[in-house]
């Protein structure tokens, strides 16, 4: 399995999963836009498009940082246009950026509620737009392209909204991409999944928005999301297409089983995140 020479456009990449993909990618030797709306440091929120630009390029891979904001489709067309003109072409995009809020109803302003959806569904959805173009081309060179969405499976119990309707109906719409543009795309050879972790990851939303350090140990990091979105890559768009993806079981199914190294807290208990199941042992 090797990404050598690939191209990721990557959204929200300048901290977290999304550079953990990228990184994980650069290893191989892959090209990878970083992009993110953070350009200066932030002591909450470590890490700009310029800095992840250096773990890509130090990891061995080459790295385009991207100013951007996804809730603006002519930035999003310009950031595509420099990356096809950087490494002439796109092969994976990896729609990851979002934002989130867990509050119900009445306590969610509709700021924030424009936020999410602008971000993670209409966001995904413009990115994916501006650049099936490059990957529909991908596919004709023999490149293996993927859309991949952080994003979890659809599921319609009640217990997944009720808490915080806003943010669920957010990243759902996410997922109904992948159901939509999975079978919309199948004939150009592009395949489209989600991916969503068993357990909370370690992240900047995890230690400031969702329990903090407490939470932060009963997490796993985000190289087991990026190691799975790997093999993901990896394996025939034309295989693999339209499914909703959990990490560990991606792993697993690849034949890696021991997934100790991916826990914060050696041996402890891991916290589900929401939208999964916990895991039956």
């Not at 020479?5 to 929200?12: D, M």
């Not at 997944?160 to 991409?177: D, E, L």
Request: proline share 6%; net charge neutral; charged share 20%.
């Amino acid at each position: 399995m090797s990404l050598k020479g690939k191209t990721l456009f990557i959204t929200g990449a300048s901290r977290g999963i999304g550079l953990a993909i990228g990184l994980r990618a650069a290893r191989d030797g892959a090209n990878v836009a970083i992009i993110a709306k953070t350009a200066e440091p932030n002591p909450k929120l470590p890490g700009t498009v310029f800095t992840a630009a250096k773990e890509i390029e130090a990891a061995g891979g080459k790295a385009l940082p991207c100013v951007t904001d996804i809730r603006d489709e002519n930035a999003i067309a310009e950031a595509v246009k420099k990356t096809v003109e950087t490494f002439g072409g796109i092969d994976i995009l990896v729609n990851n950026a979002s934002a989130i809020s867990l509050t119900t109803t009445e306590a969610t302003p509709m700021k924030r509620y424009d936020l999410m959806h602008s971000i993670n569904t209409r966001g995904t959805f413009a990115c994916s737009q501006a650049c099936i173009p490059h990957l529909r081309k991908s596919a004709k060179d023999g490149r293996n392209p993927h859309i991949m969405n952080l994003s979890p499976p659809l599921n319609m119990e009640t217990k997944w909204f009720a808490p915080h309707v806003a943010y669920t109906m957010a990243k759902f719409g996410m997922s109904m991409c992948v159901l939509g543009m999975a079978g919309e795309l199948a004939k150009d050879g592009i395949a489209v999944n989600a991916l969503w972790p068993r357990t909370t990851i370690a992240t900047s939303a995890i230690q400031n928005l969702l329990g903090g350090d407490a939470v932060m140990k009963g997490s796993r990091k985000p190289e087991i999301m990026a190691d799975a979105a790997y093999v993901v890559f990896n394996t025939p768009s034309t295989e693999l297409t339209g499914q909703f993806l959990i990490d560990d079981e991606v792993l697993e199914k690849s034949g890696k089983t021991d997934l100790s190294e991916y826990s914060c807290t050696p041996g402890g208990q891991l916290f589900p995140d929401f939208f999964v199941e916990p895991k039956r042992t």
